[in-house]
């Protein structure tokens, strides 16, 4: 019998979920890939930051008119490629409460945000 399954890389994020309480909402993303095509990917990204003269790290709290197009590719990219898969939960966390749900622990809330985000 032959196992369908392959190995998945995840690279998750979250924002939002320790700043401000006046922030009402937090993100918290995945990207996933078969693990077989992550060098390949990253060696596409690699090309843009080189095409764009990005240097280091990039994040979307970055963003500037001179780096437009950079983010234009890299969302093409992503949606164009099909090995490439993105999901989020976006939070009210307003409407959280750790004491009912999470025993007061709002650690553990966090976990099962992230939990949801990854398998639903």
Known sequence: MTDNLC???IYCDE?????DRSDAFMV???ISCP???????????HCLKRKFATQGEFG???LSPNR?????SLIKLFKDNEFISFR????????????KHNMGDKEL????LYYQMLVH
Not at 35 to 45: G, L, N, P
Not at 109 to 112: C, R
């Open 60 to 62: 979307w709290k970055r």
């Open 68 to 72: 437009r197009d950079f983010y234009w």
């Open 7 to 9: 190995e998945m890389n």
């Open 88 to 99: 989020c939960i976006v939070v009210d966390r307003t409407c959280l409460d750790h004491e």
């Open 35 to 45: 693990r077989e095509h992550k060098h390949e990917i990253v060696h596409q990204i």
């Open 28 to 30: 918290i993303g995945a």
């Open 15 to 19: 924002s939002r979920h320790t700043s």
């Open 109 to 112: 809330g966090f976990y099962k």
